[in-house]
């Protein structure tokens, strides 16, 4: 089994924009996109992923979070548009989740603007998909607003519901996906305004019930600890073959991870391979 895994493309539009304008979030976030983030990202870089994905031959692609960058309705039509031609392709074998900047703010999260632009990947929790043969995906989306910080929260509803989900399909071959990671290279600091919250739970759960593959990103550098994987981000410039923008190959057999390699955009736009994560 061939999974393409990506994630993090964060589109941007214009940072101005009057949603929740008493939300202080909103205006931090547009003095980063300015003065920062709007150069660490730009819209040809995602696009370019997202072609390259599109010629590629995959039983699976699975993207784990942050499609837009401040939960702008903006920002969600443009991420569902470029997203359109993968969906048409792969159907249910596209797998989306939304990351803590498609849970920006409260009224983006309350009034679902992430479900109302993606409504083939609508979850409430966890979702399952079954695929074929003993295969089956477990996503689960553990992203929040908060009013300053970027943490998820893996709280005691969304522990008790994925435990019990598991606990269930015991006799699968689980791909779990999530926004957070649950493991950190030594290489790379925890940023305690950034990490999951509740990660200790999700961990034991995980060690209880072991997925084949744990997908996720949030962190912009792709690595392979174990069975998780980060993608890094496919949106984001980078001299760092790791950070530039690209995606993550993952082959399966037998119930087991056979290679896990990484792919990002060279100077003209070409596949560059990376083979063997870690």
């Known amino acids: 089994m061939k999974i393409i895994h990506f994630g993090d493309i964060h589109v941007w539009r214009n940072p101005l924009a009057l949603y929740d304008p008493f939300y202080p979030k909103r205006y931090l976030g547009a003095v980063n996109l300015m003065l920062n983030r709007r150069k660490k990202f730009p819209k040809y870089l995602g696009q370019q992923v997202l ?27 443009g991420a569902a548009e470029m997203f359109t031609p993968l969906y048409e392709k792969w159907k249910e074998r596209l797998i989306i989740i939304p990351g803590n900047h498609d849970r920006y703010t409260t009224k983006a999260t309350r009034q679902d603007w992430y479900g109302e632009a993606f409504p083939y990947a609508k979850i409430d929790g966890v979702r399952v998909t079954e695929l074929e043969g003993n295969r089956v995906v477990v996503a689960f ?137 870690s």
Not at 55 to 76: C, M, R
Request: charged content about 25%; some cysteine.
């Open 51 to 77: 072609d390259h994905i599109l010629e590629e031959d995959a039983d699976l692609v699975v993207f784990s979070g942050d499609l837009t960058t401040a939960s702008l309705k903006s920002e969600f039509k």
């Open 141 to 277: 989306d553990a992203s929040c607003a908060f009013m300053l910080r970027s943490n998820g929260m893996f709280n005691s509803d969304l522990e008790n519901l994925l435990e019990e989900t598991l606990a269930g399909l015991t006799d699968k071959e689980v791909i779990l996906v999530g926004h957070y990671p649950i493991d950190y290279p030594d290489t790379v600091a925890v940023d305690p305004q950034h990490e999951l919250l509740g990660r200790a739970a999700l961990k034991s759960i995980v060690r209880q019930y072991p997925p084949v593959v744990y997908l996720h990103g949030h962190k912009h550098i792709r690595w392979r600890l174990g069975n998780a994987v980060n993608c890094g981000s496919c949106g984001m410039f980078s001299e760092d073959p790791l950070k530039q923008a690209g995606y993550a190959v993952i082959k399966l057999d037998g119930g087991q991870i056979t290679s896990v390699d990484g792919v990002h955009m060279g100077a003209g736009g070409e596949k560059v391979l990376t083979e063997g994560l």
